[in-house]
């Protein structure tokens, strides 16, 4: 043990900082026990680290907020590694960009980007391990083998366990490259492994950031404009201050700070301050002025985003034509945890526990704000409950740091309910003008989407979109899967004084509505079957096809529901995956229906755990339904008039349908789960719909 560092879990974290690309390599060291024994690990990497006791410590740099990426993504290492799942421990990785890179989650991008290079990571602590057995052994590395934890050599019964051989390995070069294991091969990958942070979530150990406790630490809120853009006129504090457990009332850059012993006191004294706003121009705009709007941009001049062929010349030459107008609302993020953050700001340093999908960016957002360098700002990353897009912001982090380097204490900020509906960044209001032409056989021959929006890269990083032309606003809408040759999607861009931001599936989940109701409009002015209409446009896109063809014999397409019951289906391609679903509705009376059953598949290549991706599918489908049925942010002058689940309700747990997945793998490319599952749902629904009523709805949500 002499050759090891002797250090502690306090300064361990520190070591390999000046690595880059998540790794280190080959790294000698060890920790300090409490009884004072040195004990050896090896970390190859930033993400592993082995003990002499045979466990495996996995970091995960991504914020697990329900999605399960804690569990996959430590699955790819384990199953590289060959080592037994009951010898994993899953952590957090701390928040250090020298380490890990830009941190952040989101985009479906967690597995997709973690695929080749933490499977390597697995591989190459497995081939060091390998060859320093072999060299214990006096044989060749290809006559040992790893299984379960141990080295085993092929010509005899010898085997080494793992914590046996962490001081040979430590000496060892990284290998510069490893031979992952072949598909066929794997024993963890591909299985319904138990998620690693349902235990704590069920005994109740699990942190969030609202469980957050520190010493000496004051509980704050803030008064904002409800307006957006609005600013703090004259306040009067003096009844504020007079409520039990307020401590202080002042200003910070968002509005009005409230701190007291307590987040009821705080709350309470936020109720009895008294504000003149200045609510700005933002004041002026409202539901109706704002689809007038888009109306009026939409009759104006358009970006070209794609063309095939000569679209005037076939709708000129088209048998039948269509057009119609798919308008959809601003959403809310809504998730079941609120935003918090806990802030303690000292002279020359910060910390931070919150949970963010968002951690380089409030460390180094956080660090500008105090004039700090990143590395003086310490984020503790938290569970999640929820983000959907709305946590990779961070102005409730800032809030909170800004607060506690006024009140020179750590503080804690709550936003309630209200504060998260009423001063959220939403997803964009948009307007869709669809027209397509049939020729005579009933063949789709032309179509163009002028799609209208605000853009939420402009919006957020003024000057960023080039020549007007948002390619993300785009999304699902100028990679039209279906093969049509004469076709045209445009982009006027339309921002409005609303604060928008990325929300679960971003713009697919709008683009994928117009298409999908409107391919369903065009097969039923053609008098085609819907489903058969769609396979006919879809022999150059084999993954999406596949998965359209699951979903509908997972509900049992073509047969007759039965009286008040009709099936409908819509798929899209988007984050690397392609799916479908199909669903059955029933009239319950007059216009209320029940969705009975939805019936999905995904082809998302590589299958990590399929059972992670059953749940994904099915809070997708809850989480669309919700959106399609009564999902609306209203505006009236300039503000949210939402604030609470009793007027932005979801969808309850007696509504909710039967959801079948079905799992298509492939060794095509690995795609994303966490957003692709929403864009389909709408459409799926009110196709279903119109199968019983014969009108497709162009408007959302429903509920209106």
């Known amino acids: 043990m002499k050759d090891l560092w002797k250090i502690t879990r306090r300064n361990f974290l520190g ?45 995960v740099p991504e914020a697990e907020m329900g999605q399960g990426v804690l569990t996959a993504l430590a699955m790819m290492i384990a199953e590289e590694l060959e080592i037994d799942w009951e010898s994993v421990r899953v952590e957090q990785a701390p928040v250090d960009p020298k380490l890990f890179g830009k941190m952040s989650t989101g985009g479906s ?9 933490l499977r390597k990571a697995g591989a190459a602590a497995r081939e060091m391990l390998r060859t320093a057995a072999a060299q214990r052994w006096g044989i060749s590395p290809e006559d040992c083998r790893a299984e379960g934890g141990r080295i085993l050599c092929n010509k005899d019964q010898r085997s080494f366990e793992f914590g046996e051989l962490l001081l040979d390995a430590s000496s060892l070069p990284l290998p510069e490259d490893v031979k992952l ?143 119609r107008d798919y308008s959809l609302p601003f959403l809310a993020h809504a998730p079941m945890e609120p935003l918090n953050a806990v802030a303690d700001v000292r002279d020359g340093s910060c910390e931070i526990w919150t949970g963010t999908q968002a951690q380089t960016r409030a460390q180094s957002e956080a660090a500008e704000l105090l004039g700090l360098k990143p590395e003086q700002v310490v984020l503790h990353e938290t569970f999640l409950g929820g983000g959907f897009g709305r946590r990779g912001w961070v102005d409730s982090v800032l809030e909170a740091v800004e607060i506690s380097r006024e009140a020179g204490a750590p ?81 006027v861009m339309a921002n409005t004084p609303i604060p928008i931001m990325w929300w679960r599936s971003v713009y697919n989940s709008q683009n994928a509505f117009a298409n999908e109701v409107f391919i369903d409009e065009l097969a039923s002015l053609a008098g085609r079957d819907p489903f058969e209409f769609r396979l006919g446009l879809l022999e150059e896109a084999p993954r999406l096809r596949r998965s359209l063809e699951a979903a509908a014999e997972g509900i049992g397409w073509g047969r007759d529901p039965g009286p008040n019951r009709g099936l409908g289906v819509a798929c899209h391609a988007s984050f690397g995956s392609f799916i479908a679903h199909a669903m059955e509705v ?35 489908v809850v989480f669309g339904l919700s959106a399609a049925v009564r999902g609306k942010i209203s505006i009236r002058g300039g503000a949210v008039v939402e604030g609470n689940w009793d007027d932005y309700e979801p969808l309850r747990m007696g509504e909710e349908p039967e959801v079948v997945t079905r799992v298509l793998e492939s060794d095509q490319s690995i795609g994303g789960i966490g957003e692709p599952g929403v864009p389909p749902v709408a459409p799926a629904l009110v196709n279903a719909i119109a199968a019983v009523t014969g009108e497709y709805a162009n408007t959302l949500p429903l509920g209106n």
């Not at 024994?37 to 090896?42: D, H, L, P, S």
């Not at 709007?293 to 104006?300: C, E, P, S, T």
């Open 15 to 59: 070591l390999g900082a000046g690595t880059a690309g998540a790794l280190i390599l080959g790294c000698r060291i060890g920790h300090q026990e409490a009884d004072g024994e040195a004990k050896a690990v090896f970390q190859p990497n930033a993400y592993l680290i082995l003990h002499e006791d045979g466990a495996a410590e996995i970091r």
């Open 109 to 117: 991008t967690s597995v997709r980007q973690a695929w080749a290079p």
């Open 181 to 323: 294991k072949d598909r066929s091969a794997h024993r963890l990958i591909g299985t319904p492994v138990p998620r690693s942070d349902t235990p704590a979530k069920t005994d109740g150990s699990a942190l969030f950031g609202l469980d957050i406790r520190r010493p000496g630490m004051l509980y704050a809120v803030v008064a904002r404009c409800p307006v957006f853009g609005g600013k703090v006129g004259a306040v009067d504090a003096e009844a504020a201050l007079k409520v039990p457990g307020v401590r202080r009332v002042f200003e910070i850059s968002s509005g009005i700070a409230v701190l007291g012993d307590s987040t009821w006191a705080a709350m309470r004294g936020r109720e009895a301050l008294r504000i003149d706003w200045d609510k700005g121009e933002a004041a002026t705009w409202d539901d109706q002025s704002i689809a007038s709007y888009l109306r009026k941009k939409a009759g104006g001049e358009a970006v070209e985003a794609r063309k095939t062929g000569d679209v005037a010349a076939a709708l000129r030459k088209g048998a039948q034509l269509l057009k």
């Open 411 to 491: 503080i804690k900020l709550s936003w309630s309910r209200e504060d998260d509906m009423r001063h959220g960044l939403y997803r964009p209001v948009s307007l869709h003008r669809m027209e397509a032409s049939l020729d005579a056989a009933g063949r789709l021959s032309s179509w163009h989407h002028r799609l209208v929006a605000p853009s939420i890269s402009e919006q957020l990083w003024p000057g960023s979109v080039r020549d007007g032309l948002d390619h993300m606003a785009l999304d699902g809408a100028e990679n039209l899967p279906y093969s049509i040759p004469n076709l045209l999607v445009e982009y």
């Open 586 to 620: 029933e009239r319950i009376r007059g216009r209320d229906f029940r969705v009975r059953k939805v019936s999905t598949a995904v082809e998302c290549g590589p299958v990590i755990n399929p059972d992670t991706i059953a749940a994904q599918m099915e809070s997708a």
